[in-house]
């Protein structure tokens, strides 16, 4: 079992950037592909990146392609999640989820994943 904790939420300015860190403990991270998702109040939770175990399959919302970045070092914790050129409806509470997968599967539903840190807090002004 892990347990998942994500960091590096803040208040920026519009078009600033951020990154968030989702480190794992209790088991070996490389085991687990790890997906970010974010929610607003009064919305459903939402899709945003998710990586494979061995690193080599990403997965991106429409919504943030170009401008957010997933990745890990050799499947290792943490899985870092690079926000650049951020706008004011990226202001969400971030999460990160792990699960068991196969090595190049990068889960995108939130379903498929497990286990969930409490969320960080990003928000983007105008």
């Known amino acids: 079992q892990v347990q998942v904790l994500e960091s590096g939420g803040g208040l920026v300015q519009a078009g600033a950037s951020l990154r968030l860190s989702c480190a794992a403990s209790?088991?070996?991270?490389?085991?687990?592909?790890a997906g970010w998702f974010r929610q607003v109040p009064g919305k459903e939770r939402e899709f945003v990146a998710s990586?494979?175990?061995?690193?080599?399959?990403?997965n991106y919302a429409d919504s943030v392609k170009g401008r957010f970045t997933i990745s890990r070092n050799n499947g290792r914790s943490p899985v870092f999640l690079q926000m650049n050129n951020l706008r004011s409806e990226d202001t969400a509470v971030y999460y990160c989820?792990?699960?068991?997968?196969?090595?190049?599967?990068?889960?995108?539903?939130?379903?498929?994943?497990?286990?969930w840190g409490r969320g960080t807090q990003v928000t983007v002004s105008s």
């Open positions: 989820a792990a699960e068991q997968t196969s090595p190049w599967h990068a889960p995108t539903a939130e379903s498929e994943y497990e286990y």
């Open positions: 209790g088991s070996d991270f490389n085991e687990y592909a």
């Open positions: 990586i494979s175990r061995s690193g080599s399959t990403t």
